[in-house]
């Protein structure tokens, strides 16, 4: 009998700490400057693209894995207050849990260390041991901050089963050409789509529609679909039916940590209940502008009701 595919989403994903700093202007080689503001808080692009799916109203499984130090009380209590299932996140006896090291100017940008942590630990093994999970997805999700070829043999598995992958490619890892080519969508910003060739020859700045252009120039060759997050100005998106540019609503922008993963998250859970990909980008968009008006990550999330208000406001006349 074959088995009934869900709705809900599964990311494969770190999960970190955040000890966050927030300083008027980034300090310059060797200098010290004092902050105005510190938090500890959930992190991790997986932690974070699974609460925000979470938050959009999909069923969300996360595999990921922490540490057995004092810092794996931080991501569970946040997973435990969000209502976010954690059967598939595990302790790994003797490594710390990932941290993430983040400075926020401002103006609201930022600078990132990551220590992997038990990260490290989610190897090809666990995507064997979860192919159950993986089969009945109805989306599975996952980052750049896994090992190489955790990533791969992931994509592998549900280019097998049928599973729609969704590969954000951040950070921009060198993943086999033939794990990106299963992802539908690629989500990369405009520094991880030079990395892969795509828009090699485009500014940042470069208009929305020269991006466009460069996302649909590569669909089925270089992946099955594209979505590149232009920041503040939205994302444009290109899959076999055609490609679009989405711009952003004008916000204030008080901290852009995890916008991203916002969007991303959005993102899984909209294809996962079945939209087509550009209502699903412009709800993501929705969810990057309404992130980046609070401090953190996570916490600075909004729900499902208020992500796809303003996404429909930004598609009206």
Known sequence: MAETRSHGV?????????????????????????????????GGKGANQA???????????????????ANAEVPRQAFAGFGLATDGVASVPGEPTGVAQITVSGT?????????????????????????????????????ELPVPTIEALAAACDAAGVRFVLNLAPPVAVAEEAVAVADPLVVNVHEARTLGLGAGLADDAPADAWREAAASVVGALARSVVVTLGARGAVAADGTGSWAVAAPEVEVVDTTGAGDAATGTLAAMLAEGSRLLDAVRAAVAAGALAVQGRGTVDSYAARDAVLDLAERMEAP
């Not at 927030?22 to 500890?40: A, I, K, L, N, Q």
């Open 108 to 144: 609201g940008e930022n600078t990132i260390v990551v220590t992997s942590g038990a990260n490290s630990a989610l190897g090809v093994e666990v995507v064997a041991a979860e192919r159950e999970r993986i089969a009945v997805a109805g989306v599975v999700l996952t980052q750049g």
């Open 51 to 69: 609460v925000a799916a979470h938050l959009s109203g999909a069923p969300v499984e996360l595999v990921a894995r922490v540490g057995d130090d």
């Open 10 to 42: 599964v990311v494969f994903g770190s999960v970190n700490v955040d000890a966050t700093s927030y300083v008027g202007e980034f300090p310059r080689p060797g200098e010290t400057v004092h902050s105005h503001g510190f938090r500890v808080a959930l």
